[in-house]
């Protein structure tokens, strides 16, 4: 997701101090120039739960992202830094995957949806995507869907919230194929658009659209318990054609994202995180009295399946 000064460039808000004055008027902070640790959602989303580094540029090339998100989550078996965190803190985890990252349910997993095709789909894309075929065809046949239940997780969260829960929402949003429209309702059909403008128009609609409605759920969410902690993030910034982005003098788009937060008023003295990887660091801060250090901010190049240089890491600098 795009940070607001991006998206103010690109004409797709028309004011991003009007947006943060009315999210500061909720209590909710944007957190400007906010870093992404990875570029890939794989590793970016590993990053952000296992609040740490699953990989760096010294660490040896890998061939399938099995260790990393959502793979980490689905073996209960291999034990990683986010299962450790959830037995520590005794903590229960709720999942909302997806089609690319579907959820299955373990001893520290439960799923807020549960959609059997999915994990098929899932294992089958898995399988291709490992393969020598992905080089062959370079084609990802990525099919999303369940945005529409994760709208309405947002618009209406209906679970009844109970202390010492962990809630991950993996939105997809704003993200093709499109679906909302102006006025952020269901469109009866999904755009897929190769022409510019179109996808531009498309994701202003989703981005405003996902700028209010989480505004209203973070809002929602600590009347429920003023103790409860929200963020609202993107796993990594997003890119319009080279040329649409050079027009208006924005490079490094992937490394930057959208990044908000809701926290009780105990956590105010705290440091807010600067980047993915302190996320959840800075969570346990806010809600336990141990002190977790921050990791330093780093920010690492990576690749999907597909590229030559999948499986490498280099470290931007
Ligand atoms: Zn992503």
């Known amino acids: 997701m795009k940070t607001l000064e991006s998206a103010e460039k690109l004409k797709i808000i028309k004011n991003k101090q009007e947006i943060i004055n009315s999210l500061e008027k909720d209590e909710i902070y944007y957190k400007k120039d906010f870093l992404v640790n990875y570029d890939t959602t794989y590793l970016s989303l590993a990053s952000l ?28 078996k291999k034990d990683n830094n986010f299962f450790k965190i959830l037995r520590k803190t005794k903590k229960n985890f709720f ?52 945005p529409y239940e994760a709208i309405n997780f947002i618009n209406m969260p209906k679970n009844v919230f109970k202390k010492n829960e ?46 209010k409605m989480t505004q209203k759920f973070m809002k929602k969410i600590s009347e429920i318990d003023n103790d409860n902690l929200v963020f609202v993030m993107g796993d990594h910034g997003w ?57 330093e901010d780093l920010q690492f190049k990576t690749f999907y399946e597909g590229h030559e240089n999948y499986g490498k890491v280099f470290l931007k600098n």
């Open 166 to 211: 962990i809630y991950f929402l993996h939105v997809l949003n704003p993200h093709p194929p499109y679906f909302l429209n102006k006025n952020c309702n269901f469109k009866k059909k999904l755009t897929k658009t190769k022409n510019q403008q179109e996808e531009i128009q498309n994701y202003t609609y989703a981005y405003n659209c996902l700028i």
């Open 49 to 76: 739960l296992q609040g740490a580094y699953p990989i760096n540029d010294k660490s040896k090339r890998y061939k399938t992202r099995k260790n990393f998100y959502p793979h980490f989550l689905l073996d209960q």
């Open 95 to 146: 999942y909302l995957g997806n089609s690319n990252a579907p959820c299955q349910k373990n001893i520290y997993v439960n799923c807020l949806r549960d959609n059997k095709s999915e994990k098929l789909f899932s294992m089958v894309n898995l399988f291709y995507i490992d393969s020598i075929f992905i080089y062959a065809f370079n084609y990802i046949p990525y099919k999303y869907y369940n």
């Open 239 to 295: 890119s319009f054609s080279e040329e649409t982005m050079k027009k208006s003098n924005l490079t490094d788009n992937k490394f930057k994202t959208y990044f908000t937060y809701k926290a009780p008023s105990r956590c105010s003295q705290l440091i807010p995180p600067n980047s993915i990887v302190n996320v959840l660091r800075f969570a346990l801060n806010c809600n336990g009295s141990n002190k977790i250090n921050y990791l």
